[in-house]
Structures are given as structure tokens and as C-alpha cells.
């Protein structure tokens, strides 16, 4: 278990969208959180890119775009 203390004005925030989403805090907090561990794992692959690494064929890449297109949403491909 994890608690965290926010800013008046972020757990306000946190609270509405919390319930626009239908979600508990903690059901949406989860989300959020997840989302970003995502993001900084995909940042860290363009990094990896920029920096020379070899990166994932085209064919694969294209496979995963239109998937992603259809609503098939996957984690990037590596």
C-alpha cells in the first residue's frame, strides 16, 4: 500500500476526474500511475533509438501501428 499526500488544489483535481471517469480515486490513481511508468519506458526506448541502439524493423513497426489503429492497444514494440 502506498499513500501519498497532494496539494489542496491537485487532489481536488485528482477527485473530479476521478468521477467524470467513473472510477474510485485509487482505481484512478492506479491508472494514471501505470500510464506514466508506460511513458517513461517508451521515452527511455527513444533514447535508446536516438542514441544508436538498432532499432525494431518496419515490418513490425507497421504490424503494431495498424493494430494500434484497429484499438488493439499493446505495449511498443521493442
Known amino acids: ?15 473530479a476526474a476521478a468521477h467524470r471517469s467513473g472510477l474510485s480515486i485509487s482505481d484512478y490513481l492506479t491508472a494514471v500511475c501505470a500510464e506514466a511508468l508506460t511513458l ?9 533509438y536516438l542514441s544508436g541502439t538498432l532499432a525494431i ?7 503494431w501501428l495498424t493494430d494500434l489503429a484497429a484499438g488493439s492497444r499493446t505495449e511498443c514494440p521493442r
Open 1 to 15: 500500500m502506498l499513500t501519498i499526500a497532494l496539494p489542496d488544489t491537485l487532489e481536488t483535481a485528482v477527485t
Open 40 to 48: 517513461e519506458v517508451d521515452r527511455a526506448r527513444v533514447d535508446s
Open 57 to 63: 524493423s518496419h515490418d513490425r513497426a507497421r504490424s
